[in-house]
């Protein structure tokens, strides 16, 4: 299985596409995530899911193909919290761990925010 280097900008940009993947394979690289194949937006919203390398990542990962997806911060895989928890979720459900360079492995976090809402909803 591999490990998805995501990457994403709003206005195409082969710099900042450059860079984020730079970042990505260093980070990759050091942290010992091997296999990693690249996965780029150059140039589409964060409002949507339905992008294309979002959409080839998301088939990839359903159909078992990856292990890890890394992407340098949130912003980067969604602009909106609704569509990062619906990321989080489908990798959960495939048992794949989502990682950003900022913030480390959020399936933790998504772990906690969904008990939290969880133990929010019985209270009320």
């Known amino acids: 299985m591999k490990t998805a280097l995501y990457c994403r900008v ?3 940009d082969q710099v900042a596409i450059g860079l984020q993947e730079r970042s990505l394979s260093c980070y990759a690289a050091g942290n010992g995530y091997t296999d990693c194949v690249v996965y780029r937006d150059n140039g589409a919203s964060g409002l949507t899911l339905n992008r294309p390398g979002m959409n080839r990542l998301l ?3 359903h159909s078992g ?6 992407a340098t911060d949130l912003a980067r895989i969604a602009r909106n ?3 990062t928890m619906e990321l989080l979720d ?3 459900r495939q048992g794949v761990k989502v ?4 913030d480390g492995e959020l399936n933790a976090l998504f772990d906690s925010q969904m008990k939290a809402i969880f133990q929010h909803s019985s209270t009320v």
Do not use: M
């Open 81 to 83: 919290p609704t569509l």
């Open 59 to 61: 088939a990839d990962t």
């Open 10 to 12: 709003a206005l195409a």
């Open 99 to 102: 990682v950003t360079v900022q």
């Open 90 to 92: 489908i990798a959960e």
């Open 65 to 70: 193909k990856i292990q890890n997806i890394i």
